[in-house]
């Protein structure tokens, strides 16, 4: 996906060893995380302006092991909008999500409930663990540091916590911290993108997906 490679470029991602298993020695990587939890939600929107709160309507999150670069777990599921229940064509449009796949789908609320058991087998079958989680006590190699990353703040900063807010839901608390790639870009490459097509576009990168 687009954002991995971003994330390689930017020295987030360690590049795949390139020796057999059994020349391998044992890995001592300078990365942080031994995963990424990337998220990019797709939310109601319209053409014209409007004061109209955005619902997510998908919610898609998948597992990136930086030492392999490779995708190790994907949750994702489309989410019922209560406020505004019908999609706007502009939505449609702009996203491809249609009435259909949001009416097949679940409450927001749901949907956290579920994610939250995804993060939970997570910790359990691949050590995954959070910063705040981190024990100094255990096994370095039994932990598995992990953090989310987006690009820019909108997804977890404005888009979640306000329609929780809205909805009196709780979210997670573990969705409280995450990587803005945006101002990782800015901040290593000393300029703005221009979006994240135009961040790949600098980078030389194809943007892959369907906008």
């Given at each position: 996906?687009?954002?991995?490679?971003?994330?390689?470029?930017?020295?987030?991602?360690?590049?795949?060893?390139?020796?057999?298993?059994?020349?391998?020695?044992?890995?001592?990587?300078?990365?942080?995380?031994?995963?990424?939890?990337?998220?990019?939600?797709?939310?109601?929107?319209?053409?014209?302006?409007n004061n109209y709160?955005?619902?997510?309507?998908?919610?898609?999150?998948?597992?990136?092991n930086t030492y392999?670069?490779?995708?190790?777990?994907?949750?994702?599921?489309?989410i019922q909008p209560?406020?505004?229940?019908?999609?706007?064509?502009?939505?449609?449009?702009?996203?491809?999500?249609?009435?259909?796949?949001?009416?097949?789908?679940?409450?927001?609320?749901?949907?956290?409930?579920?994610?939250?058991?995804?993060?939970?087998?997570?910790?359990?079958?691949?050590?995954?663990?959070?910063?705040?989680?981190?024990?100094?006590?255990?096994?370095?190699?039994?932990?598995?540091?992990?953090?989310?990353?987006?690009?820019?703040?909108?997804?977890?900063?404005?888009?979640?916590?306000?329609?929780?807010?809205?909805?009196?839901?709780?979210?997670?608390?573990?969705?409280?911290?995450?990587?803005?790639?945006?101002?990782?870009?800015?901040?290593?490459?000393?300029?703005?993108?221009?979006?994240?097509?135009?961040?790949?576009?600098?980078?030389?990168?194809?943007?892959?997906?369907?906008?």
């Amino acid at each position: 996906m687009s954002t991995k490679k971003l994330a390689k470029e930017l020295g987030l991602l360690r590049k795949r060893s390139q020796v057999s298993a059994a020349q391998k020695k044992p890995l001592v990587s300078n990365q942080i995380f031994a995963y990424l939890i990337v998220i990019d939600f797709e939310s109601t929107c319209w053409r014209e302006k409007n004061n109209y709160g955005q619902e997510i309507i998908e919610f898609p999150a998948v597992l990136l092991n930086t030492y392999t670069g490779e995708i190790d777990s994907v949750f994702h599921t489309y989410i019922q909008p209560q406020e505004h229940p019908t999609l706007s064509e502009f939505c449609t449009e702009l996203t491809g999500i249609t009435q259909t796949q949001v009416e097949a789908g679940v409450p927001l609320h749901i949907c956290l409930s579920r994610f939250s058991r995804w993060l939970q087998t997570l910790q359990l079958q691949k050590g995954v663990i959070f910063p705040k989680e981190l024990r100094t006590t255990a096994p370095l190699t039994s932990q598995k540091p992990c953090a989310f990353l987006t690009w820019s703040d909108w997804d977890l900063g404005v888009c979640l916590h306000y329609e929780c807010k809205r909805k009196q839901l709780h979210k997670p608390d573990v969705l409280n911290s995450w990587i803005d790639l945006r101002a990782t870009y800015r901040q290593f490459y000393n300029r703005k993108p221009k979006g994240l097509n135009g961040a790949l576009q600098d980078l030389g990168i194809q943007f892959s997906g369907s906008r």
